[in-house]
């Protein structure tokens, strides 16, 4: 089967925006608020888009069923999470096993969950940096596919780095989505070999 991307979104986009110069197979961007700058990032590389709103179902399986919906109905393969503040569940993830990724800007399992540049410069640390990995029903706990380092400087404010772990996401990103769909992951328990 050729692979064909979904590509979930949230926000701003650039980790989408990385995807789409890469010249990844992106079959349709969702994104779950209305107006994310994202979707205009789609729309002008000329990929189809939707908005499902969770704040307008009542559970999350309605919301995910909706989101199945459109992933299906564009035929997608793989779903990459590119800024998208939502948490999957078992039942969604079930319908494409170890073919969801997300990018998480710290060194899992170091500070996960929100603005985890934030947590690592509040926390002071001197190394922080990126992680890809699989997702599971967990916040940022899945099988990591590929991670990176970043020593912090000496003084650096939070925005640098932050500026400098958003550098590295771009690559990563891109990286890693091609190892999956060129099917070159395989996982065994929480250890994904590269081959
Ligand atoms: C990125 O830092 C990503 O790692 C995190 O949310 C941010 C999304 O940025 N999960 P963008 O929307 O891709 O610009």
Partial sequence: ????LGVLVSGRGTN??????????????????????ALERASGAGIP??????KAFGSRAAFEDALLEVLRGHGVTHVVLAGFMRVLT??????????????HPSLLPAFPGVDAQKQ???????VTGVTVHLV??????????????????????CDGLRA???????????????????????RDGRRVRIG
């Fill in 120 to 126: 690592a410069h509040d926390y002071g640390v001197k």
């Fill in 16 to 37: 989408l925006q990385a995807l789409i110069d890469a010249r990844l197979p992106i079959a349709v961007v969702v994104s779950n608020v209305a107006g994310a700058p």
């Fill in 49 to 54: 888009v939707a908005v499902i709103d969770h």
């Fill in 1 to 4: 089967m050729k692979p064909a």
């Fill in 90 to 103: 078992e039942r969604f993830l079930a319908e494409f096993p170890d073919r969801v990724v997300n990018i």
């Fill in 136 to 157: 599971d029903a967990g916040t940022d706990t899945g099988p990591i596919v590929l991670q990176e380092a970043l020593p912090v400087h000496e003084g650096e404010s």
């Fill in 164 to 186: 400098r772990l958003l550098e590295m996401e771009h690559r990563l990103l891109p990286a890693a989505v091609r190892l999956l769909i060129e099917r070159r992951l395989q």
